[in-house]
């Protein structure tokens, strides 16, 4: 099996190439210039070039603030992009995974504690959420499709909120952190992993296309996501000590855009496949080793 990866230089498409490597897979990662997935002539010229069997899509517009005034750019990466994608996939019976968000829900904090099911009704709150839907029934257009919505991804790659923590660890003002915010951290590593098995799975016919959530096994607010990072950032000798923390409110943290208040996915969809969800602390102390050997 053959797998392409688009949006490989991202911190997910460096989590899929790890993953691969390690299970000796044929793959192919392509970077934005490589293939850039906005131009549909492009997308039928590379796809058909390298023929994979499934076509990982790890490529997004994650802007969040930018794609209120940027519309057309933040619907052409995540909408229109993984329609042509799936049109050639469709075409030539290969899988796509389309990697989506839970910005596609809203929701008042307190307003609920049950996590978002995948057949829930969607409510995007922002551009982007409504962007990242429009990708999703993009996608939908394939047969062969593969839908995984995720939250609050980081790693050892790119910039992330482990990485914000960390630098901003170094000054000497309290570090402000939402408290109003729930979701659930995932350690893109272990999406990674979830994505490829979820490929697998569904070329042995083990799992239908369709929606599925994978993120962190437990939701938790930025506020309680930072005091684990820097406590372990402490313990493995990263951090001296860990800096002052302020948990503030969401209005009290200057933003553009409105965010999900709570987003927390229900997994038991993928977990009942044998996908465990992301064990986030475990990746929080994975990424640290990583960026501090």
């Known amino acids: 099996m053959r797998y392409l990866i688009a949006g490989a230089d991202g911190q997910l498409g ?12 044929d793959f192919i990662a392509l970077n934005s210039t490589d293939l850039d997935i906005t131009q549909p002539a492009m997308v039928n010229s590379v796809l058909t070039q390298h023929a994979p ?13 930018a794609a209120e005034s940027d519309r057309t750019h933040a619907y052409a990466v995540n909408a229109d992009g993984p329609g042509y994608i799936a049109a050639w996939c469709e075409a030539n019976d290969a899988w796509l ?8 829900f809203g929701g008042e904090f307190g307003d609920r504690a049950d996590p978002h099911a995948e057949d829930e009704l969607p409510a995007p709150l922002s551009v982007y959420g409504h962007s990242k839907l429009a990708g999703e029934l993009a996608a939908a257009s394939c047969s062969r499709h593969i839908i ?25 003002l309290p570090v402000r952190v939402v408290n109003d915010q729930v979701g659930c951290p995932t350690y893109a590593g272990d999406l990674a ?29 930025w506020f309680g996501f930072a005091q684990v990072v820097f406590a372990q950032a402490v313990e493995l000798g990263v951090l001296e000590q860990a800096p002052a923390l302020k948990a503030i409110s969401t209005a009290e943290y200057p933003t553009t855009v409105k965010r999900p ?3 927390a996915l229900d997994c038991s969809k993928i977990n009942a496949l044998g ?6 602390q475990l990746g929080i102390r994975l990424s640290l080793l990583a960026m501090f050997p």
């Open 261 to 263: 208040a709570f987003s």
């Open 275 to 280: 996908v465990a969800s992301s064990d986030w």
């Open 53 to 65: 069997n499934v076509v990982i899509n790890a490529a997004a517009y994650n802007a969040v603030d």
């Open 148 to 172: 995984v919505r995720t939250s609050w991804l980081f790693s050892e790659y790119g910039n992330n909120f482990v990485k914000t923590m960390l630098r901003l660890a170094s000054q000497s």
């Open 14 to 25: 460096r989590c899929l190439q790890a993953h691969l490597t390690a299970l000796n897979a």
């Open 97 to 104: 995974v389309q990697v989506s968000s839970d910005y596609v």
């Open 193 to 221: 992993a979830a994505l490829v098995t979820l490929a697998v799975l569904a070329q042995t016919g083990d799992a239908e296309a369709g929606v599925y959530h994978f993120a962190g096994d437990h939701a938790v607010t």
